[in-house]
């Protein structure tokens, strides 16, 4: 639980930028569907202090999101590919690459 | 809070018929200069062609994930990321909810994705109230009350259909639900545009400037007068007031400065706390006792001071001097001035659930203590909290950490350096069913 730790340390908006536009390459989303990134203190003690939510809106379709136990900045292809997983997309391996070498 | 590059965001509620609409066509019909998006959940009722109008359909998302649960509106982050593409066409954004809407997944929208937290700040909530209805409809309404505790601006509209007397009781209800909101009264929503559009209402810097009473505690009594009298007999004037009795208690030998009238002022909530000896008019009233003025006949009521050596006399007075036209006269009928007076934040009772609390320390808070109380109180609590906003100093920082938050949600940066000010915090929540004593006392353990 850090919640001073999170608000001095903002999250680097490119990389949520990048985050946000490799994930919707990768499961080829539209213009219309929206992916949210939100990096949360969290509050139990036993927690990461610092974890990522990152959720999918897509018109008829249920909401869904995933938790990943690190910080935004430390988020790499690795977890966006368990993103994917959890989702149940086959993602395409191709979308990644970008992300590995700007990363 | 709002930064020169985000896009600031007005939210605009209140319930069904409450002029939510009337006030936005206002708005957007003024000369300001201001190119303002409107995103509304109703459609076809902006009547300004210009005006660029989106509309979004209510959508909850629900972001539990076991440690923080977390409720927006999916429809408004769509709308908001769609906005971000076109950021050259406007420069303000006006939210207008529907009279059902919970304003709590609202607010969250601006604190929850973190590209549009980059992008807009929230500048203000304003909720309309229909002066006429909202008695009944705080009753009945789960929301109309959120919509009141969640408010940075209460603009208490219709005024016109209520009586003089049933709208000052109406303001203290409102108020005492939400000591952090200014309330306008107003009607057809006429208010003067610098009420609702940049506010930088999540600044408690710039509420404590309009309102700087209100992180003080609450006392019995609403004024006091200090007169400086001679040995003699006096005369106490009243006229008629609001109530038919008042409550008083006098203290000698208090001095006039403002350290001796804090002291004063704790001595006599404890003389408060006693029962009071009802004195009718024309008896000699006592000092150092609770006592309460019996001012049931119409007219000028007298009652009589005596004082046997040089004193300064203070008087604590449930009402204030103005409410009763209160005078202090000397045996020749010279009026006494005081040589110093005080309105005192007054005590009302408490009948809604949900209310405010706020707190005042002087000294450094330990961040990690505070860390810990924190994640405790919004865990436990964040449901009910509604609303919080403050600054902190923090043990080993030379800035001041400002900080916000709705329910769970909390965001805060360090802000201007102490330089030579003291170093104190300030914090105010509001919301439901809070132990306000608890919290303070949870609090002041943080300090170093």
Redesign the interface.
Same mark, same amino acid.
């Given at each position: 639980? $850090?919640?001073? =730790?999170?608000?001095?340390t903002?999250?680097n =908006?490119d990389q949520?930028?990048k985050i946000?536009a490799t994930l919707r390459q990768a499961l080829k989303l539209s213009e219309?569907d929206?992916i949210?990134?939100?990096? =949360?203190?969290?509050?139990?003690?036993d927690?990461a202090p610092l $974890?990522t939510?990152i959720?999918l809106?897509r018109d008829d379709h249920p909401?869904i999101?995933h938790?990943i136990h690190k910080p935004?900045n430390s988020i790499d292809t690795h977890d966006l590919k368990e993103v994917c997983k959890a989702w149940g997309f086959d993602s395409a391996d191709m979308a990644f690459i970008t992300f590995d070498k700007e990363t | 809070m709002n930064s020169p590059s985000k896009v600031p965001v007005t939210i605009l509620t209140g319930f069904l018929g409450s002029g939510k609409t009337t006030l936005l066509n206002r708005i957007l019909s003024e000369e300001h200069g201001k190119r303002i998006a409107v995103i509304e959940n109703e459609y076809g009722e902006v009547g300004i062609d210009q005006a660029l109008v989106i509309n979004a359909d209510e959508e909850i998302f629900e972001m539990s994930n076991g440690c923080i649960c977390c409720t927006v509106r999916g429809d408004l982050i769509r709308v908001l990321g769609n906005l971000m593409k076109r950021r050259d066409k406007f420069d303000y954004i006006l939210l207008e909810t529907t009279g059902l809407a919970d304003p709590g997944p609202v607010a969250q929208t601006f604190f929850m994705d973190d590209e549009i937290a980059s992008e807009f700040s929230l500048d203000g909530i304003v909720t309309l109230v229909d002066a006429h209805h909202i008695n009944q409809q705080l009753g009945r309404s789960l929301e109309s009350t959120e919509q009141i505790a969640f408010a940075d601006v209460i603009l208490l509209n219709k005024t016109d259909l209520v009586k003089a007397e049933e709208l000052d009781e109406l303001e203290t209800r409102l108020r005492e639900m939400n000591r952090l909101a200014r309330v306008h009264r107003c009607e057809r929503a006429n208010v003067a545009i610098s009420t609702v559009l940049n506010l930088e209402a999540f600044n408690l810097d710039q509420v404590l400037a309009d309102h700087p009473t209100f992180l003080e505690p609450e006392y019995p009594f609403e004024w006091t007068g200090v007169y400086a009298l001679s040995p003699g007999s006096y005369e106490l004037s009243l006229d008629d007031g609001p109530d038919p009795t008042m409550s008083l208690v006098m203290l000698e030998r208090l001095d006039p400065n403002e350290e001796a009238l804090q002291q004063g002022a704790e001595w006599c909530v404890r003389r408060y706390a006693e029962p009071a000896s009802k004195i009718s008019p024309g008896n000699i009233v006592p000092i150092d006792q609770h006592v309460e003025l019996q001012l049931q006949i119409s007219g000028q009521k007298s009652f009589a001071i005596e004082i046997d050596k040089q004193t300064s006399l203070a008087l604590f007075a449930q009402h204030t001097a103005e409410e009763f036209n209160l005078r202090l006269g000397a045996s020749d009928n010279a009026e006494v001035l005081p040589v110093l007076e005080r309105t005192w934040v007054a005590q009302h009772e408490h009948d809604d659930e949900v209310g405010s609390v706020a707190i005042e320390v002087d000294g450094d808070v330990n961040p990690n203590k505070l860390n810990a109380w924190l994640g405790k109180l919004l865990r436990e609590k964040g449901i009910d909290i509604f609303r919080m906003k403050g600054f902190l100093s923090i043990a080993g920082e030379s800035q001041r950490f400002v900080f916000q938050g709705v329910h769970m949600l909390f965001d805060g940066q360090p802000d201007r350096p102490w330089g030579n000010e003291p170093r104190h915090n300030q914090l105010v929540f509001i919301g439901r069913n809070l132990d306000g004593n608890t919290m303070k006392r949870e609090f002041e353990a943080c300090l170093n």
């Amino acid at each position: 639980m $850090e919640l001073l =730790l999170q608000s001095r340390t903002k999250p680097n =908006l490119d990389q949520i930028r990048k985050i946000k536009a490799t994930l919707r390459q990768a499961l080829k989303l539209s213009e219309e569907d929206t992916i949210t990134v939100t990096e =949360l203190a969290c509050l139990e003690e036993d927690c990461a202090p610092l $974890e990522t939510v990152i959720g999918l809106l897509r018109d008829d379709h249920p909401q869904i999101q995933h938790k990943i136990h690190k910080p935004t900045n430390s988020i790499d292809t690795h977890d966006l590919k368990e993103v994917c997983k959890a989702w149940g997309f086959d993602s395409a391996d191709m979308a990644f690459i970008t992300f590995d070498k700007e990363t | 809070m709002n930064s020169p590059s985000k896009v600031p965001v007005t939210i605009l509620t209140g319930f069904l018929g409450s002029g939510k609409t009337t006030l936005l066509n206002r708005i957007l019909s003024e000369e300001h200069g201001k190119r303002i998006a409107v995103i509304e959940n109703e459609y076809g009722e902006v009547g300004i062609d210009q005006a660029l109008v989106i509309n979004a359909d209510e959508e909850i998302f629900e972001m539990s994930n076991g440690c923080i649960c977390c409720t927006v509106r999916g429809d408004l982050i769509r709308v908001l990321g769609n906005l971000m593409k076109r950021r050259d066409k406007f420069d303000y954004i006006l939210l207008e909810t529907t009279g059902l809407a919970d304003p709590g997944p609202v607010a969250q929208t601006f604190f929850m994705d973190d590209e549009i937290a980059s992008e807009f700040s929230l500048d203000g909530i304003v909720t309309l109230v229909d002066a006429h209805h909202i008695n009944q409809q705080l009753g009945r309404s789960l929301e109309s009350t959120e919509q009141i505790a969640f408010a940075d601006v209460i603009l208490l509209n219709k005024t016109d259909l209520v009586k003089a007397e049933e709208l000052d009781e109406l303001e203290t209800r409102l108020r005492e639900m939400n000591r952090l909101a200014r309330v306008h009264r107003c009607e057809r929503a006429n208010v003067a545009i610098s009420t609702v559009l940049n506010l930088e209402a999540f600044n408690l810097d710039q509420v404590l400037a309009d309102h700087p009473t209100f992180l003080e505690p609450e006392y019995p009594f609403e004024w006091t007068g200090v007169y400086a009298l001679s040995p003699g007999s006096y005369e106490l004037s009243l006229d008629d007031g609001p109530d038919p009795t008042m409550s008083l208690v006098m203290l000698e030998r208090l001095d006039p400065n403002e350290e001796a009238l804090q002291q004063g002022a704790e001595w006599c909530v404890r003389r408060y706390a006693e029962p009071a000896s009802k004195i009718s008019p024309g008896n000699i009233v006592p000092i150092d006792q609770h006592v309460e003025l019996q001012l049931q006949i119409s007219g000028q009521k007298s009652f009589a001071i005596e004082i046997d050596k040089q004193t300064s006399l203070a008087l604590f007075a449930q009402h204030t001097a103005e409410e009763f036209n209160l005078r202090l006269g000397a045996s020749d009928n010279a009026e006494v001035l005081p040589v110093l007076e005080r309105t005192w934040v007054a005590q009302h009772e408490h009948d809604d659930e949900v209310g405010s609390v706020a707190i005042e320390v002087d000294g450094d808070v330990n961040p990690n203590k505070l860390n810990a109380w924190l994640g405790k109180l919004l865990r436990e609590k964040g449901i009910d909290i509604f609303r919080m906003k403050g600054f902190l100093s923090i043990a080993g920082e030379s800035q001041r950490f400002v900080f916000q938050g709705v329910h769970m949600l909390f965001d805060g940066q360090p802000d201007r350096p102490w330089g030579n000010e003291p170093r104190h915090n300030q914090l105010v929540f509001i919301g439901r069913n809070l132990d306000g004593n608890t919290m303070k006392r949870e609090f002041e353990a943080c300090l170093n």
